[in-house]
């Protein structure tokens, strides 16, 4: 008897439709669709993928709860042993939602998961320590590759074996407990003894390296200086005209603060998917304060405002495109003589 | 390092005493202020609790103070203690005329929120804790402060029925 | 200084009417063992049981660990500034009582835990299910003062341990009764140590003890911990006992009188010793609260080991939190001056295995063995005998044990079970990252 395997995948590799069709409602129809057909293959007989559910990106991520629902009615529906996440490859909000599910899946079905994404989607980080995600290549081109891949994982599961570094999975961050042969104490000898010969050897326990920066110095004369607003917390012109992504935005916005006092609720909107815009949409102030830099250049206490902000949405943000956008930013602030910046985050 | 050269002699550097442990609020000594973490503003209010503390002390450290010991415990996890103490120290050193903050207290203190936060959901708490459990964590977090205060100065005695004696005078506290 | 240890092998503990060893079964005599630590009249009262290897028994909370040990030879007497005198030991003839252990049970504070299952899962995350234990259960008078309780506590277990094996000293020094093994340690002279093995690399071992206050506390020749300099300690001296805990809470990885008399890192070192490295010395320092004192004692151990001028150290941590602090100072301070490092540790990655593991940490610190996570969950079923205290069930609600069950089942963290984690790597448990 085959196992049984429920599989999720978004709008695109449905072949319903791009970004435009992202607000997709969930549907499911049996057997497979799109990428599900080499998955299936890749089975091998041992696995048969029975249904198929299909949801678009923005559907998923502004109804979260009502699609786990959804995806877990539909495992026990059809008695799924197994549940398959996309791959997403580099799409943020398609991975985001494969790891929402399939996390969701495993902790209300009992049943295992396995989704697969490139290791720079936000996806990841999120969702890593519950589950295991195959490493994929950043694009759909990855396919050939990561359907095997995530075939070979899903039988491992469903047999419950241990999967191993040879599946692919990116490595969860999850320590656990196990008893070596030996005691610790003759490993570390051994160990200290690769060590001084300068033999390889491998930790039991890699160090968290943190990507420290450097604080800069004060800001000395305050009185003179200009002072710049940027803010990860989405506040962007009425109608984002950038169409800055409300989530794993891919770009920021630059915009002029020429003329402006004050943020209203007619001109200036937020474009965050993370936290509930009322607040922010009656008064962008609220994260953007305007008013105040405002009020502190007329007193004096700073020089002046800078004539520009930068905006884009921190959430499930890729650490690359974070980066990026840090240091373009950075490199516009320096250009433009800012002595220093008020950065806000919700 | 715990104190201070001035014109006049070298004198004993001020110092904060952040505490959610009642033991604590009557601790006086000059220099020393004592700021108990609680809701409200009277004896009777319910302790704030360890990741308060935390806070607290992180953002007065942003302002320039200084650790005078570690903000973790050896061996206790914050699930386990609903106490937390912490001393600091004035700030060292000024860059016109305002402190500039200590990088190595800001990387302890940090490093203690991120082990405080992640217990978040299951912190010990002061009100939740049995009666037996909550005297003997106030005790041990008492006790675990002692050599820090002694080098800072602020001996503590002990009275038979745990709580520590204050010289004559009154209390200081502050809210922040 | 040279070290012989005649060790008898001990397979079975009675209770009788004469307190000796005979065939590898130990005899005690109850009335009158109880009846010495009672001398002490800050004990209310003193009970004594025994458990063996595979019996449904559940010890807890335990307080210390301590392998009956005594001197054979003239000198100075074993667990010294409190059995012993305080002049140095580590020399001449020590005899052993191997495969047993005096636990000190008696609940001090409230949240304490420290359990020893004979059997069942939990018997395989403490070494002490593989001893025949002889159960000290304490209780110090209502008026002693916590301080002094522990102190009745720890001396009562050195001197339990000691009794055991002065009674068998006789029969042994008389030849009625052989020893089992014999093994000599060298600790030679630093001229001879840093000429001897010149191909080989030199290593010196940096022995961190806990030292935070009370119940936190190590004692070396009866000094509390926190007041010494780093200094340098000869190995023998550990096997004679001059390294005591005092050390109460966190189960899982303080280090007992018992492992300190049998440090798995020093017993390593020897065992390679003339083969593939020079074992040239050993660096005891502390763990101080104060900010100043891990400054201090850090910089101090590792100019130590320069003085020694080793190549490498292992270094060994007790308990977590701000300790880490102190082992991760420890290591980059003999990283930069040159020193190679391994360091022995054990992790706090929460109950789900993805919290980060260590307190702090330094890129230096590339080599690191770890005794596992002690938040791992492990659920210990019911056992026929509780010797002890049995935890009261508020004190499992406060969330401090973890949950006990109607029948009597535990679910705790393997943190509550004692030696689970010891940072000497003293046990085979280790963690991987999946």
Request: glycine share 8%.
């Amino acid at each position: 008897m085959a196992y049984r395997v429920v599989h999720y995948i978004n709008q695109f590799f449905a072949g319903i439709g791009g970004e435009d069709k992202a607000d997709h409602e969930l549907e499911v129809r049996e057997g497979v669709v799109g990428p599900g057909l080499a998955l299936a293959n890749a089975l091998k007989g041992e696995a048969e993928i029975v249904a198929t559910i299909i949801c678009g990106d923005n559907f998923a991520a502004m109804h979260s709860e009502q699609v786990c629902a959804a995806v877990e009615n539909a495992c026990k529906q059809y008695q799924a042993d197994l549940l398959l996440a996309g791959p997403a490859f580099n799409a943020g909000r398609y991975g985001t939602a494969c790891g929402m599910v399939s996390s969701f899946v495993q902790k209300n079905v009992g049943i295992p998961a396995v989704t697969a994404m490139y290791k720079e989607n936000p996806g990841v980080d999120i969702y890593k320590k519950d589950l295991y995600i195959v490493e994929t290549g950043d694009s759909a081109r990855g396919m050939g590759t990561a359907v095997p891949a995530m075939a070979k994982l899903a039988l491992a599961l469903l047999k419950g074996e241990q999967p191993s570094k040879e599946h692919g999975y990116i490595e969860r961050g999850v320590r656990v407990n196990t008893f070596y042969d030996t005691c610790g104490a003759e490993r570390a000898v051994t160990m200290l003894l690769k060590k001084i010969k300068g033999e390889p050897f491998t930790t039991e326990y890699p160090m968290p390296v943190f990507d420290r920066v450097e604080p800069r110095p004060a800001v000395k004369d305050m009185k003179s200086a200009t002072i710049a607003l940027v803010t990860s917390g989405g506040i962007v012109p009425k109608g984002n005209p950038d169409h800055i992504a409300a989530s794993s935005a891919q770009n920021y916005g630059e915009y002029s603060l020429s003329g402006i006092n004050d943020l209203t609720a007619d001109k200036h909107q937020t474009a965050h998917g993370g936290y509930d815009q009322t607040y922010a949409n009656q008064d962008a102030d609220r994260v953007l304060p305007v008013d105040v830099l405002r009020d502190l250049e007329k007193e004096g206490v700073i020089g002046k405002l800078h004539e520009m902000w930068y905006a884009t949405v921190g959430n499930g943000t890729s650490v690359a495109n974070a980066r990026r956008f840090g240091q373009e930013i950075g490199q516009k602030l320096k250009d433009a003589q800012v002595q220093a910046v008020i950065l806000t985050s919700t | 390092m715990m104190e201070r050269r001035t014109l006049s002699g070298v004198v004993m550097r001020r110092m904060l005493l952040i505490t959610n442990n009642r033991l604590f609020f009557g601790l006086c000594r000059p220099g020393l202020s004592v700021v108990a973490a609680l809701e409200g503003c009277n004896d009777a209010s319910t302790p704030l609790t360890s990741l308060d503390v935390v806070r607290i002390a992180r953002d007065t450290i942003h302002r320039g103070w200084v650790l005078a010991h570690h903000p973790l415990y050896g061996n206790v996890r914050p699930r386990l203690q609903p106490f937390r103490t912490i001393l600091l120290l004035e700030p060292e050193r000024f860059v016109d005329g305002r402190p500039e903050p200590d990088l190595l207290s800001l990387h302890l203190i940090s490093e203690a929120m991120t082990v405080y936060e992640s217990e978040r959901e299951s912190l010990a708490l002061v009100d939740a804790v049995p009666e037996s459990l909550a005297r003997d964590c106030a005790f041990l977090d008492a006790e675990l402060m002692k050599e820090t205060l002694a080098q800072a100065g602020v001996p503590a005695t002990w009275s038979s029925d745990r709580t520590i004696t204050c010289c004559r005078g009154q209390r200081e506290g502050e809210r922040l | 200084m040279k070290l012989e240890l005649h060790r008898i092998r001990i397979s079975k503990l009675e209770f009788g009417s004469s307190t000796g060893v005979r065939n590898g079964v130990l005899t005690v005599n109850k009335d009158e063992l109880e009846k010495f630590l009672l001398e002490d009249e800050r004990l209310a009262g003193v009970s004594l049981d025994v458990a063996h290897p595979g019996e449904s028994v559940r010890i807890l909370p335990v307080k210390d660990a301590v392998e009956p040990r005594c001197k054979l030879s003239e000198g100075n007497e074993v667990f010294p500034g409190f059995i012993g005198d305080v002049d140095p030991v580590g020399e001449g003839k020590t005899l052993v009582l191997e495969g047993m252990a005096v636990l000190t049970t008696g609940r001090l504070v409230a949240p304490q835990e420290g359990i020893v299952d004979m059997s069942g899962p939990g018997a395989e995350y403490t070494p002490f299910s593989q001893t025949c234990n002889l159960v000290v259960v304490l209780e110090p008078s209502e008026e002693v003062k916590l301080h002094e309780a522990e102190s009745v506590c720890r001396i009562a277990g050195l001197k339990a341990a000691h009794y055991l094996a002065s009674r068998c000293k006789e029969a042994v020094l008389s030849q009625a009764v052989a020893a089992d093994t014999v093994e000599t340690f060298d600790a030679p002279a630093l001229t001879e140590a840093m000429h001897a093995y010149p191909n080989l690399p030199k290593v010196a071992y940096i022995y961190m003890l806990q030292s935070q206050g009370l119940l936190h506390d190590t004692y070396v020749y009866g000094v509390d911990a926190k007041k010494i300099l780093p200094t340098l300690i000869s190995p023998t001296e550990t096997m004679d006992g001059a390294i005591i805990s005092g050390n109460c809470v966190s189960a899982c990885d303080k280090n007992s009188t018992y492992v300190h008399q049998n440090n798995p890192v020093i017993k390593q070192l020897y065992a390679r010793h003339g083969k593939e490295l020079n074992f040239v010395g050993v660096i005891i320092t502390n763990e101080n609260v104060t900010l100043a004192d891990k400054k201090r004692s850090s910089s101090y151990a590792v100019k130590l080991a320069r003085m020694l001028g080793v190549e490498a150290c292992v270094i060994s941590e007790e308990g977590f939190g701000n300790p880490d602090a102190d082992l991760v100072m420890n290591c980059w301070k003999a990283e930069r001056a040159g020193i190679k490092t391994v360091l022995v540790t054990d992790e706090y990655a929460g109950r789900d295995g993805s919290s980060q593991s260590l307190a702090d940490s330094c890129p230096e610190g590339n080599a690191c063995v770890t005794a596992g996570n002690a938040n791992m969950m492990i659920t210990l079923p019911p056992m026929e005998k509780v010797i002890g205290d049995a935890p009261k069930a508020d004190i499992i609600a406060g969330g401090f044990f973890g949950s006990l069950r109607e029948d009597g089942s535990m679910e705790v963290e393997i943190q509550a079970i004692l030696g689970a984690t010891n940072e000497l790597g003293f046990t085979r448990l280790g963690a991987y990252t999946i």
